[in-house]
């Protein structure tokens, strides 16, 4: 018996809807297959490549940290453009940036009362000094801004404030360290200090990023180390006077020059279209700046240095990013934005790597103002890239993603990968002097790169934009 098809009974209308869809569909679905060669290729060659380790090595021992406005900073960029020249990317380019100034100086903190000992301490970033004789004073300890709001300017006026806060998780727990100083200061207290932001302590303070109000009075603001923030607590529960010195030489100088390092793959077909990735450049002034960020910097450079030596040269452009000023302002996201221009309508995705080079899982997927199934489709197509890094269990795609330098680009709509690892023990060197290159395992870098150059090529590859 003769059966009409299904098509010729769906309105006209909703033919071509329907074609369409399945069209996108059977491109998801193939998309794994179609890129399974090239994928093994990079994972192969990432997983037997020294050269990116290798530049992460001389990144860390001969240069070290590379705070804004540092010579070491300096010297960083200029040896990244002059690598990127030599290994042949394109259209290298360092625009300028200005960035904060904040010099640490001198520092140091004592117990003075009930007993006589050192405190293992770091100023946060952006804080005030002390007079030059320091500030000796009795402390109160709260593990919340409601504990310190309970006591009332009565009990913390002319004190030093100790946020004996337990790690909760760094989301929850990091607010005691950039919007401490101000709340203590509103109650009268001279300076104030928090426990550091780590699950895991060897008595290694951390730094980080702190900020004040507009109209408050601005105090001293560090961070102690755990193991000091508990003794001190414990001397408080006892019933004891706690008095404290501290003294710090801390001053922010005027904006410095530092720069972006861009490099490039043009795209064979579709140039003007662009997939970016990349990690900061800039660190804290302590440790070497491996984990944070130096370990997401060059990942992402090697896996494009990676495709340009297998020839794999997408239809689209890949670009390599070193963000400037991560740490403090972000000023470099927000610079690459206004230098990209009206170009950034052309960037198909953009991909961060700022959270250390444990095992990498996969990547988080936002896509700001995208529509239902907009982007329910493109995590789709994100899944299907996923499949083909399941082998080295970097696979898991999610929705939910970005990071600090991509944002001012995912604000425009871009979308934004955020890359994901086991995340177990980041925050025990984050900020602090733990932050050397022995903390990362040779075989789990190079799972990244590999994890990043699939990704990256896929992207910038693939028929279709991946919010088309």
């Known amino acids: ?121 770091l100023g946060l970033g952006g804080s005030v000094g002390t007079p030059v004789e320091g500030i000796t004073a009795e402390v109160v300890a709260v593990s919340s801004f409601d504990e310190l709001d309970a006591l009332g300017a009565e009990k913390v006026r002319g ?24 709340r203590a200061a509103k109650l009268g207290a001279v300076a104030s200090l928090v426990r550091s932001v780590t699950p895991l302590s060897l008595r290694d303070p951390h730094t980080g990023m702190m900020g004040y109000e507009a109209d408050v009075r601005q105090i001293p603001h560090a961070a102690v180390s755990v193991e000091d923030a508990l003794r001190i607590q414990r001397l408080l529960d006892a019933g004891n006077v706690v008095r404290l010195q501290l003294k710090m030489s801390a001053q ?34 302590v440790g070497q700046g491996a984990q944070d960020d130096g370990c997401g910097l060059v990942a992402c450079w090697q896996a494009v240095v990676l495709m340009k030596q297998l020839n794999l040269i997408p239809r689209r452009t890949v670009r390599i990013v070193g963000w400037v000023d991560e740490e403090h302002t972000g000023a470099g996201g927000k610079a ?25 899982v996969g990547y988080g997927l936002s896509i700001r103002g995208a529509k239902d199934d907009v982007a329910n489709r493109a995590l789709a197509r994100a899944k299907a890239i ?54 990362i395992d040779p075989k789990e870098f190079r799972l990244n790169v590999a994890s990043l150059a699939v990704l990256a090529y896929v992207l910038a590859d693939m028929d279709e934009r991946i919010d088309a």
């Open 1 to 121: 018996m003769y059966r009409r098809s299904f098509l010729t009974l769906v309105p006209a209308g909703l033919t071509a809807a329907y074609s369409t869809s399945l069209t996108r569909a059977q491109s998801t679905s193939s998309l794994t297959g179609t890129y399974h060669d090239r994928a093994s290729r990079l994972i192969g060659a990432a997983l037997t490549d020294d050269g990116g380790w290798r530049k992460l090595e001389y990144l860390c021992d001969r240069i070290g940290n590379r705070i804004d406005g540092s010579p070491a900073l300096t010297k960083a960029i200029e040896w990244v453009a002059g690598e990127m020249r030599r290994e042949g990317l394109s259209n290298v380019q360092t625009p300028l940036v200005k960035v904060p100034n904040w010099v640490r100086g001198q520092e140091s903190a004592r117990l003075v009362e009930p007993v006589d000992a050192p405190v293992s301490m």
């Open 386 to 439: 996923g499949k083909l890094l399941d082998g080295i269990g970097a696979g898991e795609m999610t929705k939910g993603g970005g990071g600090a330098d991509i944002a001012p680009l995912m604000a425009l709509g871009v979308p934004g990968f955020g890359h994901r690892t086991v995340g177990q023990r980041y925050f025990e060197w984050h900020h602090s002097e733990a932050d050397t290159l022995d903390k």
């Open 336 to 360: 690459y934005q206004a230098w990209a221009g009206d170009t950034v309508r052309n960037h198909v995705a953009a991909i961060e790597m700022d959270g250390g080079a444990e095992r990498p």
């Open 252 to 285: 922010t100088l005027p904006d410095a020059d530092a720069a972006n390092v861009i490099g490039e793959i043009p795209g064979r077909e579709k140039p003007e279209e662009i997939v970016v990735l990349g990690g900061h450049i800039d660190s804290w002034d």
């Open 159 to 182: 004190k030093i404030v100790l946020y004996d806060a337990p790690w909760q998780g760094y989301g929850k727990t990091v607010q005691y360290r950039t919007a401490g100083a101000s």
